[in-house]
């Protein structure tokens, strides 16, 4: 009984939380399902959400979907190096290291993507140093290239830093004892290293994959207006069009993919390890 | 237990939905007037000057595009008072019983606005009753006169090839296609499918030659020196000539031979606003000389207010960027609402091109 009623008092301590669900998360989502299910008269119609597959909605997704994967396996290509790098560091190096990783986060993500642009830019800051160096200089401005980089810059911390958290985790020992019954590096990091990263990995996937593929300032600005997301196609709905209906239709679908695409870490994960981040 | 979160639950949704519509509670109808505008379209100034002489209190937003503004005074919580926007948006917020007529005999300084503007709003406020012009200007050429091989003087630079990659085109639907449509040979405002079509296609085929599709960012890019011409409103326009000459570039500004966009940007009162006294004074404070010039050398776009023209120095007034010649003013066309067939064909011809 007495049990029963701490339990109860700290009910109250959720419910700022509850607010900000209900207010910023249910109550639009609620609102977004009802402009996707109806047509600009009030219908109820299916049409907005199966729009996604008019050619032009499409050609838009499956390059958000090429986007996302491309920075989701650089970055993975990119942070394991670094992490089993860090792994081998002092304390105090290592905070210094992943501290310089995490200062440009402080900054806004905006201007981040607008120094980019300044980079790659034709007269840009990459081209002039290639010039300088006498080699050609790139066109990286305004393609899917320069957009690949900007969301790969971005979303980089958010992989490399679950990754590092499950890496730090693991037992010297294991590996110790892996060692002395003769692995070899390689496998250490195939049979050990890797397996026990798995749900850093898995939630590091989450947190890069769902942004990179919703995203479009990255598009809007790295691409110059001639390359289209589906996240740059829904703003315009919304924004220029006022279609709202086909705005939210497209959201749902989107919606609706990115969670096939979680459903699909987290059959990944129901082999007995630890879960992901979504499910 | 289970009843109390579901009482919460009950609360947060109901404390979520007051937040949701806090802003459409409170309404300042003593001497409150919520003023529409676009981004960087007036100088802040001016506002606080406007307070301190009436006492009547401002609150200010801003918005990108015509079409972004009409989104969030349709859908948005706030309802404002007095908005400026370009005249093809004024025209439908018109026939959407949007706006309330202005009595603009009783505004004091009205005059001051020449009669070729009133003219101009005329094309689509027959009886000047709704709108008071702010500020006008043209889309045009701006090119670096150290990248062409010829001073440039029609919209066929854009569409002849010569120029791949050193070209920036408007992101902007209508500015867009009234560049092909000119192009060709039509009206900037045709509802004829199968122009609209050609223009299209010109377009997609021009697309690869573009090196991006850009509004406010384009001067700067032309200045920096990254391309050769951009299409450019002619605000713009001026003030990239001025900072191109500070970083060693001649910049030229052009309204090609075939005709342009001239664009007028008016002041119009919504059926909103319960203090017309209030609103008309703010109206009649605008087109003032002083505060016309305040604004004028804050944004250097065209001015429709004739005693700002006076004071001008001669160098500035024969800037075709600034004040346009009548010659060049010959072939340029207002802006006009097109039907919901034509709107709804261009906006989906636009995504395909965005798409492609």
Redo the contacts between chains.
Sequence with gaps: MKK?KT??SR?WL??PY??W????T??PMIMIFHYALTDKNGGFTFANIAAIFE??HF??MVFSVEIALGCTVICILLSYPLVMALRHLHMGKQGFTLFILIIPMWMNFILRVLAWQMIL????ILNLLLTSLGFEPL?L??TSTAIMIGVVYDYLPYMVLPIFNAIADIDEDIIEAAKDLGANGLAVFCKIIFPLSVPGLLSGIVMVFVPSMTSFVVADILG???L?LIG??IE?E?????D?NLGSGLSVSLMIFVLISMAFTSKEDSKGRRESAIW | MKKRLMYFIAFAALAALCLGFTGCGKKGNNGTLTIFNYGEYMDMEVLDMFTEETGIKVLYEEALTPEEMYTKYKYGAIEYDLLCTSEYMLQRLMSEGELQPIDIGDMEYSGNIGERYWEFARSFDPENKYVVPYFWGTVGILYDEDKVNAPVDSWDVLFNGEYKDEIIMMKSMRDSYMVALKYLGYSLNTENEDEIMEAHNLLLKQKPDVQAYLVDEARDELVAGNAAMAVIYSGEAYLGRQYGLENGRNLRYVIPKEGSNVWLDCFAVTKHCDDMDAAQKFLDFLCREDVAMMNFEYIYYSTPNEAVIEELSDEERADEALVPSDDAMDNCEVYTMTNTETTEMMNRLWKELGAE
């Design positions: 029963n339990r109860n009910v959720s419910s509850i607010l669900i209900a207010g910023f249910v109550i050619p032009i050609k838009a830019s034709k007269n840009g066109s401005a305004n110059g207006g001639k289209q740059n196609i315009q919304f924004t220029k069009n006022s709202w």
